[in-house]
């Protein structure tokens, strides 16, 4: 069974930062490609950051310049390291396993998620 663990979601001021974590399990970790997106309430889902086993990353626009994504294999985990924080960036972060390459930074292409972590960042 898939488990997707995240964590390190916070209330922060605007131009802080955050680094978020996702623990994985019951996958072969090392060859998925891992995502964060994001969704506040009455939208869909938003695509933040994607990276391949291998290390290539996709970022949203909204995120580019300002997020990073990075994974660690040996310990299952992926991150999303958050700098220059706006009011726009509050949402439940959500880690997800890719199940379709071709759709790596759309929402129909993961078929594994985590509950999410809520980071809220104050004006």
């Known amino acids: 069974q898939v488990r997707l663990l995240e964590s390190g979601g916070d209330l922060v001021q605007a131009g802080r930062s955050l680094r978020l974590s996702c623990a994985a399990s019951g996958l072969p970790f090392n060859i998925y490609p891992m995502s964060w997106f994001r969704r506040t309430p009455g939208k869909e889902h938003e695509f933040v950051a994607a990276i391949t086993g291998g290390g290539t990353t996709f970022y949203g626009d909204s995120v580019k310049g300002r997020f990073t994504i990075s994974r660690d294999n040996a310990k299952n985990t992926v991150y999303l390291q958050m700098n220059s924080l706006t009011p726009e960036d509050t949402a439940v972060y959500h880690c997800?396993?890719?199940?379709?390459?071709?759709?790596?930074?759309?929402?129909?292409?993961?078929?594994?998620w985590g509950q999410g972590t809520q980071v809220t960042v104050s004006s």
């Open positions: 997800a396993a890719c199940r379709n390459r071709l759709r790596i930074t759309k929402e129909d292409g993961y078929g594994n």
